[in-house]
C-alpha cells in the first residue's frame, strides 16, 4: 500500500496487525508491529513525504515477518532516523537506510515456534484475506488502540502485583536471612570464646607439661650423676674381691659376690640410659657433622659385637656397606646402630642378625633385621615408650630397661632422619633407620 496523508497511517496500522496475525505472531507482538509501523507512517506523513509499505515473509532460517517503507521522493529528509530511534523497542531489528534516491525503513520481528507453517496455498489465503480487506474509520481504529492499551495497562498491573508479591517475600526472606546470620554470628562468637579459652587452657597444660618435663630432665640427670659414683664403687669392689689376687672366698662367697656385680653392671647400665635419654630430651645432644665413612663405621660394629653373638646357631652379619659416606654424626650413628643391634642379639635364639646399607629415594636407610621372637603389630609404636616392653618377651642375654629404642628414636631425630619397625611374631623383625644422605 502507499501512504499519502494521515488516513493512510490508520490504514496501514489495521494491515500491520492483519498481517501480523496471520502469519502467526502473538497478540502483543502484533500490537507492536501495528503500532512500530504507524508511528513511521506518521513520521513521514508530518515531513510530507509519500511511502510504500511492503510485507514479506522469510521462511528460509528463521521465519520472520519483515515490512519495508520506502520512501523514493527525490530531496527528502535524510533526518529520520533520529526520529524513529524509539521503534526499535518495538520490533527485533530496524534498519534505516538514508540517501540520494530516498529513505528505506526495514523493520523485523521474529515469528514464534508455534506459528502455522506458511505454505505456498497459505501465503495465497493470506493475500486474498488482505486484498478482501475494508479499512475501518479512524473512530473504530481509535477504538481498537484503547482496547489494546487497556489490555497493556492491565497486564503491565499484573506485572507490577507480580513484583509487589515478589518484593514482600524478598523482604520476607531477607528478614528470615538477617535473623538466621545474627543467630549463627551469636553461635559462632560463642564458640570462638569457647575457643578461646580452650586455647588458653591449652597454653596453660603445654606450659606445665614442659615444666615437667624440664623436671623430669633434671630429676634424671641429676638421679644418674649422683647414682654413678656409688655403682662404681660397688663394682670395683666387686671386681677387687673376685681378683685371684685378692684373699680367697669360699664358692658360696664368690657366687654372692658375682650376683652383686652383675647387679651393679646392669644398674650402671641403667643409669647410663638415663642420663643419656636425659641429655637427649633436654636437647643438650648437638650433632658434629662430618663425612662420615661407613666401612670404617661397620668394622667397628663388626668387632665390639660380634663377642656378644656367642650363640651357635645365630649368625652375626654385617654386610659390606652398598653406600661410602654419608653425611652425619658418627658417634651418634654408631650409638643408634649399635642399641638396635645388641637389642637383635638378646632376642634371636637362632637364625641370624644382620646390618646392611643401602640408598633409597636421595636418602640413606640403615635396616637391622633378626629372625627373632617378633613383635606383635598393636605393640610395634608402644616399644619406643620409655620404659616398654613387650609383654612376655624375654632377653636371651642380659636385661633390658625398655628406654634403649626411645633413646635411638630421639638420637635419629637429632639427626634429621626417622627411626620405623617392621616385625610379625615368630617371624623377626626388621629396623630402619632412614637418614638424609647429605
Not at 530531496?75 to 530516498?102: C, H, K, N, S
Not at 596453660?204 to 664403687?233: G, I, M
Request: glycine share 8%; aromatic share 4%; hydrophobic share 40%.
Amino acid at each position: 500500500m502507499r501512504l499519502r496523508v494521515a488516513q493512510d497511517v490508520f490504514v496501514a496500522r489495521q494491515l500491520g496487525r492483519e498481517v501480523a496475525r496471520a502469519v502467526g505472531l502473538e497478540e502483543q507482538d502484533q500490537t507492536r508491529l501495528a503500532t512500530a509501523l504507524s508511528e513511521v507512517g506518521r513520521v513521514l506523513i508530518a515531513l510530507g513525504q509519500v511511502a510504500d509499505v511492503a510485507f514479506v515473509v522469510e521462511v528460509n532460517g528463521v521465519p520472520t515477518l519483515r515490512v519495508a517503507v520506502e520512501n523514493s521522493s527525490p530531496g527528502g529528509d535524510a533526518g529520520i532516523g533520529p526520529r524513529i530511534a524509539q521503534v526499535g523497542r518495538l520490533v527485533d531489528t530496524l534498519e534505516v537506510d538514508d540517501g540520494e534516491a530516498g529513505t528505506v525503513v526495514r523493520m523485523a520481528r521474529r515469528l514464534p515456534a508455534s506459528a502455522p507453517r506458511l505454505t505456498p496455498e497459505r501465503m495465497d489465503e493470506i493475500r486474498a484475506g488482505l486484498a478482501a480487506h475494508v479499512p475501518s474509520t479512524p473512530l473504530d481504529e481509535l477504538s481498537e488502540q484503547n482496547q489494546q492499551l487497556i489490555a497493556a495497562l492491565d497486564e503491565v498491573r499484573a506485572q507490577r502485583d507480580d513484583l509487589a508479591r515478589l518484593n514482600a517475600e524478598l523482604e520476607e526472606t531477607n528478614h528470615g536471612v538477617m535473623a538466621l546470620y545474627h543467630q549463627l554470628s551469636e553461635e559462632l562468637e560463642e564458640t570462638n570464646r569457647g575457643v578461646v579459652a580452650l586455647y588458653a587452657e591449652l597454653d596453660d597444660k603445654s606450659e606445665q607439661l614442659r615444666e615437667a618435663s624440664e623436671a623430669k630432665s633434671r630429676f634424671l640427670a641429676n638421679v644418674s650423676h649422683e647414682l654413678r659414683a656409688p655403682v662404681t664403687a660397688v663394682i670395683g669392689l666387686t671386681r677387687l674381691l673376685l681378683d685371684p689376687a685378692s684373699e680367697r672366698l669360699g664358692a658360696e662367697q664368690r657366687r654372692q659376690v658375682e650376683l652383686i656385680g652383675g647387679s651393679s653392671s646392669d644398674l650402671l647400665n641403667l643409669v647410663n640410659d638415663l642420663l643419656d635419654l636425659a641429655k637427649a630430651e633436654a636437647g643438650r645432644i648437638e650433632p658434629q657433622w662430618s663425612e662420615v665413612d661407613l666401612r670404617a663405621v661397620f668394622g667397628q660394629l663388626r668387632g665390639t659385637l660380634r663377642p656378644l653373638a656367642t650363640r651357635p646357631g645365630v649368625d652375626f652379619v654385617v654386610e659390606e656397606p652398598r653406600v661410602a659416606t654419608v653425611r652425619t654424626d658418627e658417634t651418634l650413628l654408631a650409638r643408634v646402630l649399635r642399641n638396635l643391634l645388641t637389642n637383635a642379639i638378646k632376642f634371636t635364639a637362632e637364625g641370624e642378625v644382620r646390618l646392611a646399607v643401602r640408598a633409597r629415594d636421595g636418602d640413606v636407610e640403615f635396616t637391622v633385621s633378626d629372625t627373632g621372637t617378633g613383635i606383635p603389630a598393636d605393640q610395634q609404636e608402644r616399644i619406643f615408650e620409655e620404659f616398654y616392653q613387650v609383654p612376655g618377651s624375654q632377653a636371651l642375654m642380659g636385661k633390658g630397661t625398655g628406654l634403649g629404642l626411645p633413646y635411638a628414636r630421639r638420637l635419629v631425630g637429632i639427626l634429621g632422619g626417622g627411626l620405623r619397625v617392621e616385625s610379625e611374631p615368630g617371624a623377626g623383625s626388621t629396623f630402619t633407620v632412614r637418614l638424609p644422605a647429605s
